[in-house]
C-alpha cells in the first residue's frame, strides 16, 4: 500500500509545475507543519533570492555530437599496426593502454610525471 505522501510525489508530473508553483506547496507544507511566520517568510525569501540567481545563470551549451566508442575490432588494428620495439612505438602504446583502461584527460596524460606513476602498488 502506498501512503499518501508517496502517492501525491508519484501523482505530481513534473512539466505541469514550475519553480514558482513548488515554492508555494513548499511554503504551504511548512505552515501545515506549524513552523512560524518569520520562519516560512524566511524559506520563501531564500527561495525568491534563488529563483532570480536562476534567471541570470546562463544555460550549458549543449551538443548533439555522439562520440561512437571504439569497437573490438578498432582496437585490434590500432594496437596491431603498432610495432613495440621502438622506444617511441612503445611509448605510444602505453599512452594509448592508459587512457582505453582508464580514461583520462589529454592533459593529465601529457603533464603525468614518472612521480605520479606508482607501478609497485599497481
Do not use: C
Amino acid at each position: 500500500m502506498v501512503t499518501g505522501r508517496i502517492a501525491r510525489i508519484r501523482g505530481m508530473d513534473q512539466d505541469k509545475f514550475d519553480l514558482k508553483t513548488l515554492t508555494r506547496h513548499f511554503e504551504v507544507h511548512n505552515r501545515s507543519e506549524g513552523k512560524s511566520a518569520r520562519t516560512v517568510e524566511w524559506y520563501n525569501g531564500a527561495l525568491e533570492l534563488f529563483q532570480g540567481w536562476l534567471k541570470d545563470l546562463r544555460r550549458p551549451k549543449v551538443t548533439d555530437k555522439v562520440i561512437e566508442p571504439l569497437t573490438s575490432e578498432d582496437l585490434v588494428k590500432i594496437f596491431a599496426s603498432m610495432n613495440p620495439n621502438t622506444p617511441l612505438v612503445a611509448r605510444n602504446t602505453a599512452i594509448y593502454s592508459l587512457m582505453l583502461d582508464t580514461g583520462p584527460h589529454l592533459s593529465e596524460v601529457v603533464t603525468l610525471k614518472y612521480e605520479d606513476v606508482h607501478v609497485h602498488d599497481r
